[in-house]
């Protein structure tokens, strides 16, 4: 295989840094670890500068997960990985090896994991390469994790031209370390340690798929069907089990997963965490094909395989644990003491490089960047909408939830029993605690859109937006894991959006006081035309301490009163979903964020819900503004709402903005409400009351909310 994907300066680079010029075996390492997929070249510099610490936050970024405390020795793991590029040239196994991949990054920290998300974004559907890529997508996620048995509680979908060349597939993972429970780090230290390859054998699939995730998607790339890896659930869940048992013996050093570029990433990479090398013999891997090359060993894809770094003396016990799970469990190497990755093949070293190099020896690009305008909202616009128009929207919005649901159906939310708040019905999702009170809230956000009108502030909109989701469920928010995706790095205006967005998400997380513990960075998500919007995805992890802190979704009781936290004059119709679906125009500004209002109301949220029976269902307005986040809430509840604007300015009704929440305030408390809001200095208007089965909002809209379910 050789050189693959290196430029000229970094081939210069590494023949400069080893002394020598690498033999093949030794390039197609080089090549795959240094892939921008694997060594973040174009985004490490910016990523330091996050907000990483916090006295919660146990494990920051650097391994494979992030961990963070809940107190009583509960501990929570998550991160999130894409899996774009697979996915659009073999959308079911793309998204079901992305499950599969992350799942395994939860477990090499040796936690079980609880829970998935995912954050979809496709063309319209009505495109017929995109309804395939959408029902392939959807159909291995749903088969790879209800059959690994990790329920899909949450996240979302987003359909825009952009993302027609090129879908987005990123999943979260979440995973639970109990008291009794040790973590483990990717790591193989202690001369002498063994290094246990555990799960399936190695095949030729996925080959250089780190490679092939670090290129430019075009006609030529989409026909790389070989790179794809191929997933076999039932064997996940085997390794789940297998892998939980053997951690919980002393023998286990540390763990870590085979994801992008196999057995040469796990390998580099957790001998230059434990500033020790590796010896390594390819003859002694199980392959499940003949005539295998030590190029194919070393960086195929093959899923569903783990490497445990074990203490020999306890090696006939741990290898006994996956036997008795019916799994492969073969010792191919040890530690030792230099610095390098030693690889064997039929009797000759083939590989012979410092771990340094491998890990940390990859050339840093910054390329040039250039800030670029996008169009003023038409003035002319406003005048040009009509009721129709706002008819056509609403239907939109039915339309959407009624997808929405059909695709939660295909997911198995209720597997292990925890889910406390399925997905589609609230803000985030809540999982309960088993043997305790406490309760994990989970979300995903991110708006391309708005990131595509004003990078930085469409960051820091995200990272805002997930932290209301999470105190919209009473949840107090704890830490963030981020799923950037962008073009090419090498486009002016593709790395100043990168730029940006890293300032946005920087600035919200340090202001809001929520760290990023973890992460994932995909770039060559299309290119030129055809590129997509700068899509950052922030999942967001939170902790209701009591889970009587509880806020459920959807209206209660007829009577209460409605208040809108925040004020009418921050909603606007510029860059808007009501202008896109109505005009199909993307223009204007992305929302105005008052990151300090945000942290006054994050504030006031995390008090308010210990009071209980003050606020009893509460929603952020987000895209598609008043109207929307009303319509939700009444479904959610079956309940309707009668409510008045300030004024017919359509704003009101279908305009976008940030730090603004719904509140539905018991009407026997409506004064302790108010003292709260005046203790913290926060604006509310009271809009209105719930009703029986009316959806009113004057000056515009009188329905029966019967008829929308009819509209289903």
């Known amino acids: 295989m050789g050189v693959f994907g290196l430029k000229e300066e ?74 774009n590029h697979p996915s659009a040239v073999e959308p079911f196994q793309g998204a079901a090896t992305g499950v599969g991949g992350i799942v395994r990054d939860i477990l090499a920290i040796g936690a079980r994991p609880i829970a998935l ?20 997508v959807v159909g291995g996620i749903s088969f790879y994790g209800n059959c690994i048995g990790v329920p899909v509680v949450g996240g979302e979908i987003v359909f825009e031209d952009c993302y027609s060349s090129n879908p987005l597939v990123n ?34 699939d996925g080959l250089q798929g780190a490679s092939f995730a670090s290129e430019k998607l075009d006609d030529e790339v989409h026909k790389k069907r070989p790179s794809v890896q191929v997933g076999d659930p039932f064997l996940g ?47 002694k891997v199980p392959q499940r094909e003949e005539n295998m090359t030590a190029e194919e060993i070393l960086l195929s894809e093959s899923q569903e395989r783990m490497l445990l770094v074990i203490r020999p003396e306890k090696a006939e016990e741990i290898i006994s644990i996956f036997k008795k799970w019916d799994l492969e469990a073969e010792i191919i190497g040890e530690v030792i003491e230099e610095e390098k990755f030693i690889v064997y093949f039929k009797g000759e070293k083939v590989v012979d490089l410092p771990t340094e190099l491998l890990v940390d020896g990859s050339l840093i690009f910054d390329p040039p960047y250039k800030e670029y305008k996008v169009p003023n909202l038409s003035s002319d616009l406003r005048s040009l909408i009509k009721k129709e128009h706002i008819e056509k929207f609403m239907n939109n919005a039915i339309n959407d939830l009624s997808l929405k649901e059909k695709i939660y159906r295909q997911y198995d939310y209720s597997v292990q029993t925890n889910t406390v708040l ?18 994990i809230a989970v979300v995903t956000d991110g708006n391309g859109r708005y990131c595509y009108l004003n990078p930085k502030r469409g960051a820091m909109y995200a990272v805002a937006e997930a932290c209301r989701n999470i105190l919209c469920v009473g949840g107090r928010p704890l830490a963030i894991t981020d799923g950037l995706n962008f073009g090419d790095p090498d486009e002016p205006e593709v790395f100043y959006q990168f730029r940006e967005v890293v300032k946005g998400i920087n600035l919200a997380s340090r ?20 590129k997509i919007f700068p899509t950052p995805i922030i999942g967001m992890v939170g902790v209701l301490e009591d889970l009587s802190y509880l806020i459920k979704p959807g209206l209660k009781v007829v009577g209460n009163r409605l208040y809108l936290i925040g004020d009418f004059s921050w909603l606007s119709l510029e860059g808007s979903r009501f202008i896109k679906d109505v005009f199909d125009k993307i223009e204007g500004e992305a929302p105005y964020v008052d990151l300090i209002w945000e942290r006054k109301l994050k504030l006031f949220m995390e008090e308010i819900r210990k009071e209980r029976d003050i606020i009893v269902s509460a929603h952020d307005v987000s895209e598609g503004g008043i109207l ?27 305009g976008e903005g940030s730090g603004l929440i719904i509140v539905e305030v018991n009407k026997d408390r409506e004064d302790e409400y108010m003292e709260f809001i005046k203790k913290y200095e926060l604006k509310t208007h009271k809009m209105g009351e719930v009703v029986e089965k009316d959806f009113i909002i004057e000056p515009f809209i009188k329905e029966d909310i019967n008829e929308f379910y009819q509209r289903r």
């Open 422 to 439: 399925p997905p589609g019905f609230g803000d985030a999702s809540v999982l309960r605690i088993k043997g305790t009170n406490k309760g």
């Open 628 to 654: 929307v986040a009303l319509l939700e809430m009444a479904f959610w509840g079956n309940k309707g709402v009668e409510v008045s604007l300030p004024s017919e300015k359509l704003d009101n009704l279908v």
């Open 171 to 204: 999943v979260m993972c979440v995973g639970l370390l109990g008291p009794e429970q040790k973590s483990y780090r990717g790591k193989a230290e202690g001369k002498g340690n063994l290094l246990l390859l555990v799960g399936a054998r190695t095949g030729r």
């Open 511 to 530: 202001t809001l006081e929520i760290p990023v513990v973890s992460g994932n960075v995909s770039f060559y998500n299309g290119q030129g035309e055809k």
């Open 117 to 136: 998300l995912d954050s979809l974004r496709f063309g319209p559907i009505e495109k017929g390469r995109n309804k395939y890529l959408f029902e392939g």
């Open 237 to 283: 869940k085997l390794l789940i089990e297998s892998c939980l048992e053997a951690a919980s013996t002393d023998g286990v050093v540390g763990i870590q997963d085979l994801g992008a570029a196999g057995l040469v990433s796990s390998l580099s990479e957790s001998a230059r965490r434990g500033r020790s090398g590796v010896k390594v013999y390819l003859d």
């Open 10 to 83: 970094e081939i210069k680079h590494a023949i400069e840094l080893l002394g020598r010029e690498p033999n093949d075996v030794e390039w197609s390492v080089i090549s795959v670890i240094w892939s921008e997929h694997c060594s973040y070249k174009h985004s490490r510099k910016y990523l330091k500068d996050f907000l990483t610490k916090a006295e919660w936050v146990e494990q920051g970024p650097g391994e494979n997960a992030g961990i963070i405390n809940l107190g009583d020795g509960y501990r929570v793991v998550f991160k999130i990985e894409s899996h």
